[in-house]
DNA sequence: CTGCTCCTCAAAGAATCGCTTGAATAGATA
DNA sequence: TATCTATTCAAGCGATTCTTTGAGGAGCAG
């Protein structure tokens, strides 16, 4: 008991599960599986990888047991193996936030300049879910939606909002949101909303965080 | 905006921290720097490297901003840069043990059979602190306990606990406490007390879990 | 069965990481 | 100033890791 190469190889175990999101790509792919389950073409097309090598990186996501997989017909699904891993997203994304200087920099270099982009928190958009004051619109692509979604919000994917901007009533307050903090889909539908002259907000982080707040979600039930 | 390069280099910037705990020993380095601030030589002797390995090592967790430094004399003392970092330990351990199937396996060969080790709970020894009923003894090194320990704990680290024994009263309950859930010494030491007939449990977990409970810990002042 | 789709596996080159060794640096001391 | 100590830097190797390519299963449809 106690002897350093029994300590070295139970640490080694625990920097195995670091190792697995030692690559920006795999956390592209734990920030897309923490809206709900996708496969791996889908997932493929989400990083912008082959298929060959995302199915490479979710064999090294499920080896340090971060994803689990269910087989549907000859589709392979991929999700989060639990809450567990959402949280050491979340704690990983907080501490590299607060602390990696650069992170600002390569932020505001994909997010672009969000000063003006106002946001709704999730406590205000929570009290007024029923209130039929305002629109709710997930902009992530549908599969995301089907897996789950706030309650009463309506699916639009990013590149669709465009087509139905003309048909949202022009009185009523729209929110948007997405994937969490580091998504561009609701910073694009606010830009876009706002010039054309709608009232637009971004809800505060997105989806996971909402769920994960308790807040009323529902899912489009499998056939 | 959302250009796919931008995202790559963003989310590499999250895999960058994620790295940083991707080696077993900078894993160490981060739990044994948890109990608070050390030097290179003794962090050195602690996780059984080399000085200049070691140095390398905090340079990495320092790149990645897990850690930070500062000088006294001509020492340089390295510590956790928040508690947001210690956060991410605790979650990476978590998952780790919940997902993780060789882990169980490690973390038996490490600690030894846990089954007959008594456990107290915080809340239980929180509420028993000023009782008299009890002896609290911090069995980690003693940088540890002058960094800071549990409210009125007796410093007796590991290695000298066998030379006091005779001297505790026989008819008080001890408690012994270490780093957190994977460290020997509180178990070490509960063993060797009860192989001597006395009444020893180990505190649950380790003094980080304690403090980060707000429970009453103090420390021994810097000169 | 045969062909088709989806996914995984295997191999290989390029890049990165980890540990060791020996030299260099920064600050303290005198 | 020179000297000492604690720490970091730099170079080199062996071992991993990442990505691409092409081949190899598993399940479904006909």
């Known amino acids: 008991m106690g002897d350093r190469q029994a300590k070295n190889a139970l640490f080694d175990g625990f920097a195995d599960v670091a190792k697995a999101l030692g690559n920006g790509r795999r956390v592209e792919l734990v920030d897309v599986l923490a809206q709900g389950e ?3 073409e889908e997932l493929a097309d989400e990083i912008g990888q082959s298929v060959a090598n995302t199915s490479h990186h979710l064999q090294v996501l499920a080896g340090a047991g971060l994803v689990v997989t269910r ?9 989060l193996a639990s809450g567990e891993v959402e949280q050491l997203w979340t704690a990983l994304r907080l501490v590299a936030r607060t602390h990696l200087d650069e992170l600002d920099e390569l932020a505001a270099d994909y997010l672009g300049n969000r000063s003006r982009l106002e946001e709704i928190s999730r406590d205000e958009l929570a009290r007024r879910l029923d209130d039929g004051t305002l629109i709710v619109l997930d902009v992530r692509p549908a599969a995301e ?6 309650r009463g919000a309506r699916s639009v994917p990013i ?3 465009s087509d139905i901007v003309h048909g949202l009533p022009a009185d009523v307050e729209v929110v948007a949101y ?6 561009v889909f609701a910073d694009d539908a606010v830009r876009l909303l706002s010039r054309r002259r709608r009232n637009a907000r971004r809800l505060q982080d997105g989806f996971p965080e909402w769920r994960t707040a308790q807040h009323p979600i529902e899912s489009v039930l499998a056939s």
């Open 38 to 40: 996708r496969h791996v």
């Open 71 to 79: 087989r549907d017909g000859n589709r392979i699904y991929y999700q």
């Open 145 to 150: 939606y089907a897996a789950g979604h706030i």
């Open 159 to 161: 590149d669709q909002l």
């Open 178 to 183: 997405c994937r969490g903090p580091y998504c």
